[in-house]
């Protein structure tokens, strides 16, 4: 089954800076999802882009999509300290219900 | 208009007890979803309700969990009995559509369920 797997892991960097994370995934999708977990809180929906779709943005997120290569990135810009989180990217293959997940980044925003 | 909501947030129980978590969908929502994430691992589907029929229950470790959705509304994830390895932090979503026009899941707040 296809399962996102983000790199890096875990990623420091300083207030006002970019942060970008890769996801890599397996097999074909309907559409790719980027989710936000604050510490002991629950999944936020950030951003989605469809199979079809190469580019898009929201506010301060970028995300790209490569189906050519099964991956995208989250750029996050002018990073602030609440973007402290774990960030996870999730497929929905076709004919497929679900969510597939992968391991998460773990970004922290130094003030 | 109210999330998805979650109780309980922490549980802790022995090995070999009975736990029920809960999981109110956003009103509306056919569809209700069950993930787990094991501690340093990632996000597992459980499975996943159309209304009050399983769609799909692949995701489901072993016959000591079952999950109900009685109505279509609430859904309930019993485990019986717990072992140590159930431990981890349960999420339920709700969601109108997946794979369709309105894709977004929305997430409770999660279930850290301890066994010991």
């Known amino acids: 089954s296809q399962q996102g797997e983000e790199d890096p892991q875990a990623l420091s960097i300083q207030e006002g800076e970019n942060a970008t994370m890769n996801c890599s995934y397996k097999?074909?999708?309907?559409?790719l999802q980027w989710y936000r977990q604050n510490s002991g809180r629950g999944l936020v929906h950030l951003i989605l882009i469809r199979s079809n779709e190469r580019e898009k943005h929201s506010g301060r997120l970028r995300v790209t999509l490569d189906t050519s290569k099964k991956s995208s990135s989250l750029l996050i810009t002018a990073s602030r300290a609440a973007d402290t989180a774990s960030y996870f990217c999730a497929t929905v293959a076709y004919g497929n219900n679900r969510l597939a997940f992968g391991k998460g980044n773990q970004v922290v925003v130094i003030p | 208009e109210a999330g998805v909501t979650q109780f309980p947030s922490h549980s802790v129980i022995e090995k070999g007890q009975t736990v029920t978590l809960r999981c109110d969908p956003i009103?509306?929502?056919?569809?209700l979803y069950w993930y787990r994430r094991v501690m340093g691992k990632e996000i597992k589907f459980l499975l996943h309700f159309v209304k009050e029929s399983k769609q799909d229950e692949s995701g489901m470790p072993n016959n000591r969990f079952l999950a109900e959705r009685t109505g279509g509304t609430y859904s309930t994830l019993k485990v019986q009995p717990a072992e140590l390895e159930d431990s981890g932090v349960y999420f339920c979503?709700?969601?109108?559509?997946?794979?369709?026009?309105?894709?977004?899941?929305?997430f409770g707040q999660g279930t850290r369920l301890t066994v010991v």
């Open positions: 009103s509306g929502h056919d569809n």
């Open positions: 097999t074909s999708i309907n559409n």
């Open positions: 979503a709700s969601s109108q559509k997946m794979g369709g026009l309105r894709t977004e899941a929305f």
